[in-house]
């Protein structure tokens, strides 16, 4: 299993358990619901490697907000990595919040909350740092996220190949650009990380 070399990741034996589960109920799910394309053991393995990775240099938050979380990346595989972390996994369509809360009851995930709702009409809740995987552009989600986000706000955007030209459009200046190979960039913007 590609998890079996994490221990750089402080992660428990509990989360791989977790992972197991997460993957049954994917395959199980998928299947039917049409949640993923990809549902083979190494893909859905690669996705939540993809999804801890960051581990490695992110700072340490309180509140994580995830937006457009679908099948649970990266949001919903943080959260079983980060049980002391509150995360809320903001998901608009309601057959995958269905699953998102299958999964959290299932893996009896305390930390989490599930908002059914498009991220720009939430506006009870300010987080710490705001998550996304293969959403929107960066300057758009940088302006649909102002609800939940303050002036210490940080941000974690998985991006891909096109990264360079959203910068230049976003107009942002302090970030951080981490390679981990030529399909995936993580773009950090951190700010008021402890």
Request: hydrophobic share 40%.
């Amino acid at each position: 299993m590609i998890l079996d070399n994490i221990e750089e990741l402080n992660i428990d034996k509990e989360f791989l358990k977790k992972c197991e589960e997460f993957k049954k109920i994917l395959q199980h799910w998928g299947k039917i619901h049409n949640l993923s394309a990809e549902l083979e053991d190494i893909k859905i393995e690669n996705n939540i490697y993809d999804s801890i990775y960051v581990l490695k240099f992110i700072k340490s938050y309180t509140s994580v907000a995830d937006i457009g979380t679908g099948a649970g990346y990266p949001g919903l595989i943080l959260a079983m990595a980060r049980p002391n972390i509150k995360f809320y996994l903001i998901e608009p369509r309601a057959k995958r919040v269905a699953f998102l809360n299958f999964v959290k009851n299932s893996l009896k995930l305390e930390n989490v909350e599930i908002l059914c709702n498009r991220v720009e009409y939430v506006k009870d809740i300010k987080v710490e740092l705001i998550t996304s995987r293969a959403v929107t552009n960066t300057a758009l989600l940088l302006n649909l996220t102002k609800n939940i986000s303050d002036e210490n706000t940080s941000y974690l955007f998985y991006k891909g190949s096109m990264l360079e030209s959203e910068l230049e459009e976003a107009k942002i200046y302090n970030y951080k650009i981490i390679k981990k190979d030529e399909k995936r960039n993580y773009l950090y913007i951190n700010k008021g990380a402890k």
